[in-house]
């Protein structure tokens, strides 16, 4: 039986950050903390044999050469490979050495973390995204195409009605523990009219619920709505009890009753600890990971076309960097800036939070900048009581191969590169990646600097450190594959090495592709300069 007097939560994380999320939140809530992993019984057997593969795949003699850089940056095998069942997996290695395998698909490239806390504690880390109140969860015999819908929702009706479970006491703990975040953690997302109404619903017990479903399994014969629709008509009472009161709404809904069912056979069912219908999101109702709506968050219009970094990745990105206070952290690739301002306004330690991107010149990633800065510093006008705190947060148009700061000055470089996909193409890409390496090595600080990276695929980034391997310590102290939004990414994290950084022992190739960069800039320069000077003559002579 399940301890009803904790505050029992679980999240889904992105497969391969599972560790670290659970190293930070025990960091932060202290030994109290129960941590358990969800249906994850299959995991060490899948990691097993993609290392076996992996190094199978390794040792032939016609892999050796296009494999060098991998073996002189990586302390373990790194790679990605079909294994059975048409799962793709790829393999790293975390920070402490472990290897850790994630694979594409947000719903199988996620992990469901259970935490437990105290009855007084609340679980606010800004490193979990998609956060849900544990009502129960369990195991059916089977979630495969052969079962049939009567079959799954008898069976998760069952566990609803066992004594054992104490279903309708979880229930309202889970119900309590939803209304305390709404209450407290809320109050700052939420508008003072949408939280007042809120509240006097929750006290008059007049709320508006949905219900949504999280499946693994697409390949059975019923879809999420007609397994919701028969899990009401069978077991609505029971599954959702003392709601006699409450209004369904598919949209304007207060609080969202989320039912996941993996292919395992693992069934877990909670609410929801977002407000993703007051911020005019989505919600678990997509049936995969929702958007991470964690402060500052800017949704409608202004993010049209626009890529953004979950504020929750930021901030576990400069946690492997391990800001101090004081530290000065540069995004080099900043985009809207999600890394600066989540190092300077949301980071347990004070730090000094820079960030550029050559895009900044465009009128719609400078709106969303704007407004991201904007309600950040409101947040923390509000956090911090009377007057405005201070804030050295910038955000600078840049080229990230000639970052305008001086050699020697940086603490830690912390950025999400492009992909080679929507931003740049892969060829291009390329050639830009050693570029930026070698100007992150010269604005790191020699011995002490770190640099952590999220990109789409090690291979350039490794090929890119060779060109610059007297500035760097070997191995890389971490080469993980993660899951983000469903795609594969992987998180790099390496250490300046001692020696001061001399443009002139560059190579000539990267001394000459900077000095064309320089060239072309100017050229682009002088070609905006003459436009708009030509639309001011002809708007004046009208």
């Known amino acids: 039986m399940q301890d009803v007097g904790m505050n029992r939560y679980f999240a889904m994380v992105p497969r391969g950050l599972e560790t670290l999320i659970s190293d930070s939140l025990s960091n932060a809530s202290g030994p109290e903390l129960l941590l358990q992993c969800l249906g994850e019984e299959e995991s060490p057997r899948i990691l097993q044999n993609a290392l076996q593969k992996l190094s199978e795949k390794t040792s032939s003699k016609n892999r050796l050469e296009k494999d060098k850089a991998v073996r002189n940056w990586c302390r373990s095998p790194v790679g990605s490979l079909p294994l059975h069942n048409k799962l793709h997996v790829s393999v790293g290695y975390t920070g402490n050495g472990k290897s850790s395998w994630t694979c594409p698909g947000q719903v199988s490239g996620s992990v469901w973390l259970s935490a437990q806390t105290q009855h007084h504690q609340l679980l606010t880390s800004r490193c979990v995204g998609p956060l849900l109140a544990s009502i129960h969860h369990g195991k059916v015999s089977s979630t495969d195409k052969n079962q049939s819908l009567s079959q799954i929702v008898s069976e998760i009706g069952e566990w609803t009605l066992g004594v054992d479970t104490n279903y309708r006491r979880s229930f309202d703990n889970a119900l309590n523990l939803w209304?305390?975040?709404?209450?407290?953690?809320?109050?700052?997302?939420?508008?003072?009219?949408?939280?007042?109404?809120?509240?006097?619903?929750?006290?008059t017990n007049a709320l508006r619920f949905r219900l949504s479903c999280v499946r693994e399994n697409s390949d059975v014969p019923y879809t999420r709505a007609e397994l919701l629709k028969s899990l009401m008509d069978h077991h609505g009472d029971t599954l959702i009890p003392n709601n006699w009161d409450w209004k369904v709404s598919m949209t304007n809904f207060d609080l969202e009753i989320v039912l996941v069912v993996l292919a395992n056979g693992t069934i877990a069912l909670g609410i929801a600890l977002q407000p993703y219908s007051f911020c005019k999101s989505k919600s678990f109702s997509i049936g995969g990971v929702p958007p991470d709506?964690?402060?500052?968050?800017?949704?409608?219009?202004?993010?049209?076309?626009?890529?953004?970094?979950?504020?929750?990745?930021?901030h576990l990105l400069l946690e492997l960097a391990n800001v101090q206070h004081?530290?000065?952290?540069?995004?080099?690739?900043?985009?809207?800036?999600?890394?600066?301002?989540?190092?300077?306004?949301?980071?347990?330690?004070?730090?000094?939070?820079?960030?550029?991107?050559?895009?900044?010149?465009h009128a719609s990633i400078c709106s969303a900048v704007c407004a991201m800065e904007s309600i950040a510093k409101q947040q923390?006008?509000?956090?911090?009581?009377?007057?405005?705190?201070?804030?050295?947060?910038?955000?600078?148009?840049?080229?990230?191969?000639?970052?305008?700061?001086?050699?020697?000055?940086?603490?830690?470089?912390?950025?999400?590169?492009p992909f080679g996909q929507m931003?740049?193409?892969?060829?291009?890409?390329?050639?830009?990646?050693?570029?930026?390496?070698?100007?992150?090595?010269?604005?790191?600080?020699?011995?002490?600097?770190?640099?952590?990276?999220?990109?789409?695929?090690?291979?350039?980034?490794?090929?890119?450190?060779?060109?610059?391997?007297?500035?760097?310590?070997?191995?890389?102290?971490?080469?993980?594959?993660v899951n983000i939004g469903g795609l594969l990414a992987w998180v790099v994290r390496i250490e300046r090495s001692e020696?001061?950084?001399?443009?002139?022992?560059?190579?000539?190739?990267?001394?000459?592709?900077?000095?064309?960069?320089?060239r072309s800039m100017a050229k682009k320069r002088d070609n905006r300069r003459r436009h708009a000077g030509k639309k001011r003559r002809i708007q004046s002579k009208s």
């Open 179 to 203: 209304k305390d975040h709404a209450r407290k953690v809320w109050k700052g997302q939420l508008t003072q009219e949408d939280h007042s109404d809120l509240i006097s619903r929750i006290d």
């Open 423 to 481: 931003c740049l193409s892969s060829s291009t890409l390329n050639q830009l990646l050693p570029l930026i390496i070698v100007e992150c090595a010269r604005i790191l600080v020699p011995s002490t600097g770190r640099m952590v990276v999220l990109c789409g695929s090690p291979d350039g980034l490794l090929r890119a450190l060779e060109e610059s391997s007297d500035y760097w310590k070997r191995p890389c102290t971490m080469v993980a594959p």
């Open 499 to 518: 020696k001061t950084f001399n443009m002139e022992e560059t190579s000539s190739s990267s001394r000459n592709t900077i000095s064309n960069r320089i």
């Open 380 to 417: 923390q006008q509000q956090s911090s009581g009377a007057g405005t705190k201070d804030s050295s947060q910038l955000s600078v148009a840049w080229d990230a191969a000639m970052v305008p700061l001086r050699t020697g000055i940086v603490d830690a470089v912390v950025s999400d590169l």
């Open 293 to 314: 709506v964690t402060p500052p968050y800017i949704g409608g219009s202004v993010l049209t076309n626009v890529c953004r970094l979950r504020p929750t990745t930021a």
């Open 326 to 361: 004081g530290d000065l952290v540069v995004d080099p690739c900043s985009g809207i800036g999600t890394i600066p301002v989540e190092a300077e306004g949301y980071f347990p330690v004070r730090s000094i939070g820079i960030g550029g991107d050559i895009v900044l010149d």
